[in-house]
């Protein structure tokens, strides 16, 4: 096996500190704390207890239309610039900056400018609306942040998709005498909608991980208590490590179980085969 | 007609979100200069005290050493580990392929939240867990998949011809990696170090979970100002978040000369 010498390395790099950590994890997960032998107890517990089972719920509820809101929002505005549109380069440069800044930094500056004493603020104040609603520290402050973060990121990945598509299949379709809108419907959609799921998903899954946001902008103790920052308790505040592998699993599972989903309708959209050729020019 | 109100509103968007990104950005960069500064546009007087104020309550000077120390070491470490492995998934076929690019593809799928507290769990029971080499140990684990994907498009590009008539003119296996292989592969090397070094700078999961006192990095430190907020003045906090935004975006700067803003994300269109 002289070939696999190279890899060797990473791979058991990741074998000892992803799957080995995971499946450990498992295992605690299945033995609760100052209980002999396996038992589900700490599942039982989590979804039994109303305050945990809770955060689920509240995960679902930020994730899922925050995920439909950056993808359908993302496909409107990749969509048309797909052939290139003026000062493409400062846009896509500009809309870089919050995927590299990362969440902490996003979330500071969204308490700040969408804050009661920051410039959207001041500026509604000024437009003679007296009583404008609160933006941060709830529900809404986390639904901003996680679009700040995402619809770039999904955005940029469309667009890169997008772009790739052959333009000589809508060219054809035009000729043929298509309308703009049958064009999207009957050529491009079913070439594009492919990685519209994969983005879906991408976004899916890092919106129901959901931390420092809905710690930083949101309600960490009431309405945006994320499953995230149920695990994050159970590890680093009670120190129940079982416990808090347990919460981390059901996170876990309700990410692969999003995804899932996801990827079934992507096979069902691919299965009606109205155009699967070409796969067109990167 | 239609079409053109359509992309009248498309664009009337897309300005609308920049404006409210340079909004955010320039809120917090306003208010690290603003001596005080209370329901006014802009700040009534500036000053420049709270970046001394924020570097010596923050101890930035250790921070910044802590997070210099973990993205070099991690950088390098994904290089030297992700390359051979980028080269064997570029040029060879083998069974079990599919499964070693899936090993590879997962941590970067699986948000880190959801492993990284089984991973902190074992790491702290190594008693690596709340040092700097934990904290550098986790965020390989991430990073070292994203340096193999970010160099497998680029070492594909290298022709195999090319190594074959070194070989054929005399050359040893290890002076075709050094004489061919490695200069061919410079962009590659440069593009996948920028980039997972502005990804390990501003990773916060892994790194909050594992990182103790003494080993926390630049942006764990911004997350438990913004936490605490109200133990310190906003300025001060505000000051260190553009001292840890000028450090992101320098190494980003240098980045972008070599790629285009869409390389940044996942490349949808291939997938190993």
């Known amino acids: 096996m002289r070939i696999a010498l190279p890899l060797l390395p990473s791979v058991l790099y990741l074998l000892a500190l992803f799957v080995y950590p995971f499946c450990y994890g498992v295992v605690a997960s299945l033995q609760p704390r100052g209980t002999v032998g396996f038992s589900l107890g ?151 909608a492919p990685g519209v799921a994969i983005a879906a998903a991408l976004v899916f899954v890092m919106n129901f991980g959901v931390f420092p946001s809905a710690v930083l902008v949101g309600q960490p103790a009431g309405e945006t208590r994320t499953v995230a920052i149920a695990a994050y308790q159970a590890a680093f505040e009670r120190y129940d490590m079982p416990m808090a592998s347990a919460i981390a699993v059901v996170m876990g599972g309700c990410q692969l179980a999003g995804l899932a989903v996801i990827l079934f309708f992507r096979q069902r959209m691919s299965a009606t085969g109205v155009a699967t050729v070409g796969a067109g020019k990167r | ?116 507290i089984p991973l902190a769990t074992t790491l702290y029971r190594y008693r690596i867990g709340g ?32 190594e074959w008539a070194a070989r054929v003119h005399g050359a040893s296996r290890f002076q075709v990696f050094r004489r061919v292989v490695l200069p061919l592969a410079g962009p590659g090397l440069l593009t996948a170090g920028l980039l997972v070094m502005v990804n390990t700078v501003a990773n916060f999961e892994l790194t909050f979970l594992l990182s103790g006192a003494g080993s926390q990095t630049l942006v764990v430190a911004l997350y438990y100002a913004v936490f605490a907020a109200g133990m310190r003045p906003i300025y001060a906090v505000d000051a260190m978040a553009v001292i840890y935004m000028t450090m992101v975006l320098a190494v980003l700067l240098v980045a972008l000369r070599y790629i285009r803003p869409t390389q940044m994300v996942f490349r949808l269109d291939r997938r190993g």
């Open chain 2, 131 to 162: 040092t700097i080499t934990g904290v550098i140990v986790a965020n390989l684990v991430p990073m070292l998949p994203l340096a193999v994907f970010i160099l497998l498009p680029f070492l594909e590009q290298i022709s195999v011809s090319l």
């Open chain 1, 42 to 192: 700490n599942y039982l517990a989590f979804f039994l207890d109303p305050w945990q089972a809770r955060t689920l719920w509240v995960t679902a509820s930020i994730a899922v239309p925050n995920t439909l809101l950056t993808v359908l929002l993302a496909v409107v505005v990749a969509y048309p610039m797909r052939r290139g549109i003026r000062f493409e380069r400062t846009i896509t440069t500009l809309l870089v900056l919050p995927i590299a800044l990362g969440t902490v930094l996003v979330a500071e500056g969204i308490n700040g400018f969408y804050g009661p004493k920051g410039w959207l603020n001041q500026l509604l104040l000024a437009a003679g609306i007296a009583d404008p609603t609160r933006l941060t520290h709830n529900y809404t402050g986390v639904m901003i942040a996680l679009f700040v973060q995402h619809f770039p990121f999904c955005f940029l990945m469309l667009l890169g998709y997008i772009s790739g598509i052959d333009p000589a299949l809508e060219q054809s379709a035009r000729v043929l005498g298509a309308r703009p809108w049958q064009v999207f419907r009957r050529v491009m959609w079913p070439l594009i």
């Open chain 2, 1 to 116: 007609m239609r079409g053109r109100l359509w992309r009248l509103a498309v664009s009337l968007f897309v300005l609308g979100f920049l404006v409210n990104l340079v909004g955010i950005v320039g809120h917090v960069a306003v208010s690290s200069v603003a001596k005080r500064w209370f329901a006014t546009p802009f700040p009534v007087a500036v000053t420049g005290e709270w970046y001394a104020y924020s570097w010596h309550e923050f101890q930035l000077d250790q921070v910044l050493a802590v997070t210099l120390i973990v993205a070099g070491v991690v950088t390098a470490a994904a290089l030297v580990l992700g390359f051979p492995a980028a080269y064997l998934l570029a040029r060879r076929q083998f069974p079990g392929k599919g499964a070693v690019l899936l090993l590879f593809f997962l941590p970067l799928l699986i948000p880190q939240m959801t492993y990284g």
